[in-house]
């Protein structure tokens, strides 16, 4: 084995790094934890000036995962808004793959650019981890689709001038068999956006659909096929675009309020950051490994897993640990004086909850895990 | 040089090779007859056949110059077979010794974790009843103390030859400093870590076959989703041990140091892996023991099934150390800088 970068690596990191320096000020990850929009225009504009979005499209730019891999764990790392971002490039990476050519020229550059966001559509008030029982409609009518239905959790939506959106089109067909993926135009009429505020102040919406109109140009992949385009979409959710790295910033702020404060002398305090940095070196090699197979031609669904049921559960542990340590001053939030990491402690603790949810909940990802890896019966 | 995370066509050879050999000649019942002194002589006769005791030692020592890499897909075998011999820690002494009778495994080795007290005497040498040689630190210096080993062991949880050696008595060589013997312990840690890993692999066999077989209110119990999810989480662990692991050995088998940032989770320190490498592999499996264990129910309490030899080791063979609650300190240390007293 050969865990080292190479020089190319190196310098796209650096590069990376350079970026996130210069747009990821203070002020930006303020305004991110303000507005509860995790994305940035600036860095996602830097990026694209500098080619790099383009270059990280899986299939299209130079379409390698190591470098998707730094590219996002540059940015967990350093804790900036890349929610924005990785959407799009997930979706962008899905038109790549399924996309006609007609919907790669006319969507993919509005991505690449940096400009344009995408929100996803896949659960639904009803409908979370059981997806492919969604009822959203899109019926056909001449020439055209009719859309009818409402999704839930379509983070971005009120920034985004896409939307994927997971429709049932044959509803006699087994579930499974009966989806279809479309791509449309968020401006589209009878499109409507609700905020839905989180306890993490981040906000994701409610989205409705009221006769919403679009052509056979905003079918993606196979009409009956929506399935098999969503298994692309998640193959690269549960990879390597970020989610799986959350302690580093953790602890970063938290070990540097302990120094300042004096905790850090506390052996207990001293154990826990110990744990923190082995966990958090843990998941990084685990998500290298995601990287590593999809370079290698695989593809890394089980292991993505593995990853993300590691890695959010070792950050909600280390969440807890920093927010019992500090004590009342865990408790105080931004901008309020005398919180602890600048209110970083607080935040974590109300966000992490969310990480085992998201994405592919521990349970479902156990399910995958038990079956695929352990070879156990499947259970519901 | 690039990121390349699966075995050299060589490495999946060496893995081959001696889980076939442990598989074949050291099936659990071998583990389970060499209690409760935990060796096995005719095993280790066959262990020298293999010419393991001095696979990595140099080849102008009449080693096979093996790296580090390769020694962990060794102990992980080792680990996965529970065999008891000590095979492990021979291989971590022999990274300062080179002495003809042990690259030839004609005489044993092992290593003193811990240095030796105020009267000279290496407590607990976690193979020390076997072996020939302790390389150990006494005071300021590493020695390698030869001297007959007692041949018996306290009666202990992990059934390991534990023996307390001498550090004066006996053909006592002063290898260097004590600070010399920071290699070794870190070869220690990360073998003993593979060994871990090989132990956490099979009891979650063990717990697989057992939960697919083991049938309650007529299914088998592994079709329960509750049993599922709890042994979903242990190739997590598993996994996560395992490319830790890999790469303390890579860090150490590279010629030049690499330094720590711990603020961008860049850790490329050979001696900080092997003790994350050994810290995260200790509790994975404790805990992956403990789990197949509950998920036989009573019969992995009993002593007839075989859970509860692996369960006993995945304790016996990390606690030698100490407390891990020191280690993740000294580790807490290395990373963020030492406390000012």
Redesign the interface.
């Known amino acids: 084995?050969?865990?080292?970068?190479?020089a190319e690596?190196l310098a796209y990191r650096d590069r990376v790094r350079a970026i996130v320096a210069e747009t990821v000020t203070p002020d930006v990850v303020d305004r991110m934890h303000t507005t509860g929009t995790f994305n940035s225009p600036e860095l996602n504009l830097a990026l694209a000036r500098a080619g790099l979005v383009e270059r990280a499209v899986p299939g299209l730019g130079k379409g390698d995962p190591?470098e998707l891999y730094i590219l996002f764990n540059e940015l967990e790392?350093a804790g900036a808004p890349f929610d924005g971002l990785a959407i799009a490039l997930m979706i962008a990476g899905v038109v790549q793959a399924v996309g006609t050519d007609e919907q790669k020229q006319r969507i993919l550059p509005t991505i690449t650019s940096g400009e344009a966001l995408v929100c996803m559509g896949y659960s639904e008030p009803d409908n979370g981890s059981d997806l492919a029982n969604i009822k959203t409609r899109a019926v056909r009518d001449g020439d055209e689709w009719v859309i009818n239905g409402a999704k839930m959790w379509t983070t971005m939506a009120h920034e985004a001038s896409w939307v994927i959106l997971l429709t049932r089109t044959d509803p006699e067909l087994p579930p499974r068999r009966g989806l279809t993926m479309f791509i449309l135009p968020m401006d589209t009429p009878g499109i409507t956006v609700d905020p839905v505020h989180t306890m993490a102040t981040e906000r994701t919406n409610a989205t409705y659909y009221d006769d919403v109109r679009v052509g056979d140009e905003a079918v993606l992949g196979a009409v009956n096929g929506g399935w098999a385009t969503m298994m692309v979409a998640l193959s690269f959710e549960r990879g390597v675009m970020g989610g799986t790295?959350p302690g580093?910033a953790l602890?970063?702020h938290f070990?540097d309020w302990a120094?300042e404060s004096g905790l850090?002398?506390s052996?207990t305090c001293?154990?826990r950051?110990?744990?923190m940095?082995?966990d958090?070196?843990?998941?990084?090699?685990?998500t290298?490994?995601s990287?590593?197979i999809a370079?290698?031609g695989g593809q890394a669904g089980l292991?993505g897993s593995?990853t993300k049921?590691?890695a959010v559960e070792a950050y909600q542990k280390a969440a807890r640990w920093c927010q019992e340590m500090a004590g009342p001053a865990g408790l105080l939030q931004f901008h309020q004086p005398g919180a602890a990491a600048g209110g970083f402690v607080d935040y974590d603790a109300r966000h992490s909850p969310v990480t085992t949810i998201y994405g592919g909940t521990t349970?479902i990802n156990?399910?995958n895990?038990?079956e695929r890896?352990?070879?156990?019966?499947k259970?519901? | 040089?690039?990121?390349?995370?699966?075995?050299s066509a060589d490495q999946e050879a060496i893995a081959e090779l001696f889980d076939g050999f442990f598989a074949k000649e050291s099936p659990v019942s071998v583990a389970r007859a060499a209690e409760p002194l935990g060796f096995d002589r005719d095993l280790w006769g066959k262990v020298v056949e293999l010419g393991a005791p001095g696979m990595g030692s140099a080849e102008s020592a009449g080693g096979g110059g093996a790296s580090l890499?390769d020694l962990v897909l060794v102990a992980e075998a080792v680990g996965r077979s529970i065999a008891p011999v000590p095979l492990v820690d021979h291989l971590a002494a022999l990274g300062v010794l080179d002495d003809p009778d042990l690259v030839a495994g004609d005489a044993l080795a092992g290593v003193a974790v811990r240095p030796a007290d105020a009267d000279g005497v290496w407590r607990l040498v976690p193979v020390g009843a076997v072996t020939d040689v302790v390389v150990g630190v006494d005071g300021d210096d590493l020695v390698a103390v030869r001297s007959a080993p007692p041949m018996a062991a306290p009666l202990n949880h992990g059934s390991a030859p534990l023996a307390d050696r001498s550090a004066r008595q006996g053909d006592r060589r002063v290898l260097g400093p004590a600070a010399a013997f920071q290699p070794v312990l870190d070869r220690w840690k990360v073998l003993t870590a593979a060994s871990l890993v090989g132990i956490s692999e099979a009891a979650?066999r063990m717990g697989?076959e057992y939960?697919?077989a083991r049938e309650q209110f007529g299914v088998?119990i592994?079709?329960?989703?509750s049993v599922?999810?709890g042994?979903?989480?242990l190739?997590?662990?598993i996994?996560?041990?395992r490319?830790?692991t890999?790469?303390a050995a890579?860090?150490l088998d590279r010629a030049e140091p690499a330094a720590d940032d711990?603020?961008?989770?860049d850790?490329e320190d050979g001696s900080t892996l092997a003790s994350?490498a050994f810290?995260?592999t200790s509790e994975g499996a404790a805990e992956a023991t403990h789990r197949s264990l509950h998920y036989h129910g009573g019969y992995g309490f009993s002593e007839e099934y075989d859970i509860q030899l692996l369960y006993r080791r995945a304790r016996g063979w990390s606690l030698v150390l100490g407390d891990p609650?020191d280690e993740?300190?000294q580790?807490?240390?290395r990373?963020?800088g030492p406390?000012e007293a």
Not at chain 1, 280 to 286: E, I, Q
Not at chain 2, 1 to 7: A, I, N, P, R, S
Not at chain 2, 222 to 225: A, I
């Open positions: 084995m050969d865990f080292s970068l190479t690596n190591i790392k790295n580093v602890l970063r070990a120094a850090v002398e052996p001293r154990e950051l110990a744990r940095a082995i958090n070196h843990v998941a990084t090699l685990l290298q490994r990287a590593w370079a290698s292991e593995i049921v590691f349970e156990r399910n895990i038990a890896h352990l070879g156990l019966p259970a519901r | 040089m690039t990121v390349e995370l699966g075995l890499s979650l697989v939960v697919m088998p592994g079709s329960f989703q599922q999810h042994l979903a989480d190739p997590v662990l996994d996560g041990g490319m830790l890999h790469k890579w860090a711990w603020r961008l989770n850790i994350m810290l995260f609650a993740h300190l580790l807490a240390d990373l963020f406390v």
